[in-house]
């Protein structure tokens, strides 16, 4: 029963590291998009978990340039930064920084001029009834 349980609970994480993974990873997608825009009207997903690798990520930089584009940063750009700081992150948070710099380099490198914002916002459909009185007019 106690092997039935930590796999359960080893589900449970995953599934919530992930969430977190996701939702941070849109998150960044859509400050590159905005960064790449003249948009004046940002709206940004929603986060339930992991603030405070943005604001991590917002002080290392984002990426860093190499005279190609953007690059990710590195892990030692990263462990010099909590090296400075005294932050201390665990080894998913790492990746999940370093991902997040792969993340928004991709999105800043990219050349689609016809691209859509990453997050749309919180999808409301109308009712039914007021779209036919619409059409009604």
């Avoid at 080893?10 to 998150?27: G, H, I, M, N, P």
């Amino acid at each position: 029963a106690n092997l039935l349980s930590s796999r359960a609970f080893r589900r449970e994480c995953e599934k919530f590291f992930k969430k977190v993974s996701d939702e941070l990873a849109l998150y960044v997608r859509q400050l590159a998009y905005y960064a790449k825009t003249e948009i004046s009207e940002r709206e940004f997903p929603p986060l339930t978990q992991g603030r405070h690798l943005l604001y991590a990520l917002d002080e290392l930089g984002y990426c860093k340039n190499s005279g190609f584009g953007a690059v990710a940063l590195d892990f030692n750009d990263i462990k010099n930064y909590t090296e400075l700081t005294g932050d201390k992150f665990n080894w998913w948070e790492i990746s999940v920084l370093r991902n997040l710099s792969r993340i928004y380099a991709a999105e800043i490198n990219s050349d689609d001029k016809q691209a859509y914002a990453p997050y749309q916002g919180e999808f409301n459909p109308k009712s039914f009834s007021s779209i036919k009185a619409k059409f009604a007019k």
